[in-house]
RNA sequence: GCCGGGGUAGGGUAGCGGUUAUCCUGUAGCCUUGUGGAGGCUACGAUCCGAGUUCGACUCUCGGUCCCGGCCCCA
């Protein structure tokens, strides 16, 4: 092979582009029916945008580049972040709140493995200018929605910082920050290592290596003896709650901590299985990145699907529309051209172009699995009638034009 | 960044220090340009890249690269 594609892309043939269009036109019309509306952004932003909301140590997981006028720029790794920058660049004057979707490729130079390449497609969500239990129930809906309409059997948890970080409010930031990655990582030991080395009260301590456990129906009250009545605790259970109402499955999980500091309440993962180390197909949550921006105070909510993921263990196929091919003669190349055109407005319709002879483009009709061959010869012309044979069956008839379109509109 | 398994025609494969490199499949054409699926014939087509060892490397060694799986990370 004298050119390779580029390590971690991927080239998707016809039948697997398909697959996933379909997939994705699935989710599209769920996103629609909730009345969501599509937001197109940027292949590449300049660098600052991810640095900001991510950090500087991102730069080494982004494909990054300087351009010709010497401008630090990147392909976008994610769309929450452009999508809040075009937020703040000229929506903030728009109705809240916004409901936004997108479908878009993202970049990561990352090590490729199963689930994991470093052109990915992300379907998202995001909801600006609300930050009630009522939107952040919404979202998780939404995410269950369109998985459930992929055919993904999921397993969502959700759970709720708001919590914990009133727990952690007297720290100081950066101890917060530190515990909450901790808390993510499932690191219990480094957990202990670090309340050793900050010395943090004994009683904290123990409630919160007990709060971060907390799980199962009874969820909501163990949290209250934890912590007491707090208005975030309020919020969450109205959250769940409305996820009741909308008949949705969910385990409570406080342990959820998303390590990153602009996520401000309600977070949620959705697991699928047969996926083996990546088997995250969605995260979400609230969070609050407006004003590192540059804009106003405005609360968000939203999520983003990792599609590929959902692709690799998704088995919903496409309808096959029933493909109809013209056999010609070399007489009859322009009359072909023209019964082929008519039947386009109603069918799909393929035509040789090899100038193949008659057995031949009957047998390559046969090879690309034709349902139809529409035979355009001098007889049939010469009748006005066409010959329309069952590639199936193998049975023909002749018909006119109109009849040959309804037969097969219609079979 | 780390660990392991891999790379032979478009796809799937066999093999071996010296072979015309195996087989299946595919594609194109032909077996009267008015009837496909079977069959026959012909053509196309491969040892990932580089260095080393050797009289000789697809085969052994090293490096690279890409793929697969896992760790780390995961916005």
């Known amino acids: 092979m004298k050119v390779s594609k580029p390590r971690g892309t991927r080239d998707f043939l016809p039948e697997e582009t398909a697959r996933r269009r379909n997939v994705e036109n699935i989710m599209r019309q769920v996103v629609n029916k909730w009345d969501y509306k599509e937001v197109i952004t940027p292949t590449f932003e300049n660098l600052e945008l991810f640095t900001l909301k991510s950090g500087e140590g991102v730069i080494g997981e982004l494909y990054n580049f300087s351009d010709k006028g010497d401008r630090k720029m990147a392909l976008r790794p994610e769309l929450t972040a452009p999508v809040m920058r075009m937020y703040v660049n000229e929506m903030q004057a728009t109705p809240r709140p ?11 130079y990352e090590r490729p493995q199963k689930g994991r390449f470093r052109e990915f497609w992300q379907f998202g969500v995001e909801v600006i200018g609300s930050n009630r239990p009522d939107a952040d129930a919404e979202i998780i809906a939404l995410a269950t929605t369109m998985l459930n309409a992929a055919g993904i059997k999921g397993d969502l948890h959700v759970g709720h910082l708001g919590i914990i970080r009133h727990m952690l409010k007297e720290l100081e930031p950066d101890q917060q920050s530190k515990i909450m990655r901790l808390v993510d990582k499932k690191d219990d030991t480094g957990l202990e290592d670090y309340f050793e080395e900050i010395n943090i009260p004994v009683e904290l301590r123990r409630n919160l290596l007990e709060l971060i456990c907390v799980t199962g129906t009874d969820a909501i009250a163990k949290a209250r003896e934890i912590v007491g009545d707090i208005e975030e605790i309020d919020k969450f259970e109205q959250i769940l709650i409305f996820l009741d109402a909308y008949d949705i499955d969910y385990s409570i999980n406080l342990g959820i901590a998303r390590g990153l500091d602009y996520y401000t309440g309600m977070v ?33 909510t939203g999520f983003g699907l990792g599609f590929d993921r959902i692709m690799e263990v998704c088995e919903i196929m496409p309808e096959k529309q029933k493909s109809v091919v013209i056999i010609a003669t070399d007489e009859t190349r322009t009359d072909a051209i023209k019964v082929a055109t008519s039947m386009r407005k109603e069918l799909t319709v393929y035509l040789d172009i090899m100038q193949r002879n008659f057995k031949t483009q009957l047998s390559h009709a046969n090879n690309i699995g034709a349902d139809y061959a529409v035979i355009v010869g001098k007889k049939e012309i010469e009748s006005g009638k066409l010959t329309v044979k069952n590639m199936e069956i193998g049975d023909q008839s002749q018909l006119t034009l109109d009849e040959a379109i309804e037969l097969i509109k219609n079979s």
């Open 268 to 300: 949620f993962e959705i697991y699928a299985e047969g996926l083996g180390a990546q088997n995250q197909v969605c995260g979400g949550g609230s969070y609050q990145l407006i004003p590192l921006f540059g804009g106003g105070d405005v609360p968000s």
């Open 98 to 108: 916004q409901k936004l979707f997108y479908f878009e490729n993202c970049f990561r």
